[in-house]
Nanobody
Framework: VQLVESGGGLVQPGGSLRLSCAAS????????MSWYRQAPGKERELVAH????????NYADSVKGRFTISRDNAKNTMYLQMDSLKPEDTAVYYC?????????WGQGTQVTVSS
């Protein structure tokens, strides 16, 4: 089982990034997927969630209207489009897959928002 995040980097405030999470080793289309993030000295927090078929999404209040979660079950990949980035969005972003008692995590990708 693997979840591999990519697309992180350094961006100026107001900029955009698109994160990807490539899944393998399990039946991706069965799993609800989420993006979490963890800033230095803070607990990991849920950023966005999408159901297995992509029919429902939820967002943390802090990112509503700026971030968009999506998935392509044919490509076994989940995305996070991040617009209007703020310095407080700086964190390591992790993808998570969950189905019943099964849950998997990626290794994370660093996002830094700074001028």
């Amino acid at each position: 089982v693997q979840l591999v995040e990519s697309g992180g980097g350094l961006v100026q405030p107001g900029g955009s990034l698109r994160l990807s999470c490539a899944a393998s080793g399990f039946t991706f289309r069965w799993y609800d997927m989420s993006w979490y993030r963890q800033a230095p000295g803070k607990e990991r927090e849920l950023v966005a969630h999408i159901t297995s078929a992509g029919g429902s999404t939820n967002y943390a209040d802090s990112v509503k209207g700026r971030f968009t979660i999506s998935r392509d079950n044919a490509k076994n990949t989940m995305y996070l489009q991040m617009d209007s980035l703020k310095p407080e969005d700086t964190a390591v972003y992790y993808c998570n897959a969950i189905w019943g008692r099964n849950t998997y995590w990626g290794q994370g990708t660093q996002v830094t928002v700074s001028s």
